[in-house]
């Protein structure tokens, strides 16, 4: 049976036990990061928490609505064994007139294909050494690469993570600008629990004269390593620094992890870019529901 927990009712331990031993686990199921990143969240639990589906959401017009936070790229069912992840949208539909919410790679909602968009993001396997990833870059990767270093970009681990938000915020977020100063306040909160834990790393390119040129957030968990966030400086894009902070984090990673996730992008330009680096395409559901009244529909498309 499936029933509704607010958070404040959660058995943590088991929820976080769940999110662990899943099949489809992922970092941005567990209850710490929920807390830092959702406005609310409560969770459907089936039995004594054999699979659970968190839900983050936010009120407005005194409407409880189920919305998808900033800085988590995959959500949904998550089971120890293998359940019918229909049933959890059915009692979703019956909580909320509104849900839009990310999935995963291994949901399936069978049930409910006409509230399905189909969303993509790119992994690259690391099964091979570095030397052996780096030729299957696309040509022109590698030149990207090949320039940098004629440039002498510089790599820097550990670096400030103030420094990796306001080149994000004054770069990549003019281009968003629904994402507002608060939200920036929760990716920082984020970034600072994250390398607390030992799950993320920061990776900047420097030039020469000691400008950023490019940075971004790396999560790792278990043994798989996904770019969360990233910019490069778009007044100073010809140097290469983008492929270049790309390259080095597989350099790295690759001696550990076994998949590079690059974040995701339905967008083919910015894919297509991901792809050059000789990764592949995995597809998971987005689910939208919208049963609202009329006028409230129309409000809230």
Known sequence: MIRYVKRKDLEVVKYDACIDNSLQSNIYGYSWYLDIVADNWDVLVLDDYKAVMPIPWKKKLFIKYVYPPFWLIQLGVYSIEVVDENEFLIELFNDFKFAETRTNTYNSFSMFKAYE??????????????????NNYRKDRRKDVAKAKKLDLI??????????????????GKRTPYIVERDYDVLKKLITICLEKKVGEILSIYDKDDNLVASGFFLKYKKKVTI??????????KNGANTFLIDRAIYKFEKNFSVFNFGGSSLQTIAKYFLSFGASTLKYPQIKYNNLPFLLKLFKK
């Open 117 to 134: 968009r189909e969303s993509e993001l790119q992994i690259l396997l690391m099964e091979n050494d570095y030397a052996a990833l780096f």
């Open 228 to 237: 969360l966030v990233s910019s490069t400086d778009f007044k100073n894009r």
């Open 155 to 172: 790599e820097k681990w550990n670096d400030n993570s103030e420094e990796l938000i306001e080149l994000f915020k004054n770069n990549v």
